[in-house]
């Protein structure tokens, strides 16, 4: 199986990508018209998921994300101001694995592929692999 890696620019501190088109785009000139898409992050302050992407859901994601940390001292070594970002990170994933069909990922009606920023701005790499 091959692996290859997309960057993703993020621009604030808290932000959600949509990657969908981009990564529909990579499945579309792929040999394979069907298979799976893996999608793994090569960092621990961001994540990946799925998400409907409303107007104004990817701001009520993150208020929710933050929100559901409780405030502790934080013994993360190297620099605690961004310990919750990593604890976000484990929470929601750094990868995932979608299937396609037809050049095309097999996704719900609203559902998204998307980059959660927890400790932007960045570039972020994504290793993938289509099998």
Known sequence: MKMDVLDIKTNNKDEVIDITDTI?????????????CVLNLL???CALTTADLDSGTDEDLLEVLRKMLPKIAYR??????HAEDHMLSSIVGTSI????????????TWQRVILVELNGPKTRKIA???A
């Open 24 to 36: 529909n785009e990579i499945i579309a000139k792929n040999k394979k018209a069907s298979g799976v």
């Open 43 to 45: 960092h621990t302050t």
């Open 76 to 81: 993360h070594p190297h620099d605690p101001s």
């Open 97 to 108: 694995s979608l299937i396609f069909q037809d050049k095309s990922l097999v996704l719900g």
């Open 128 to 130: 993938y692999s289509l």
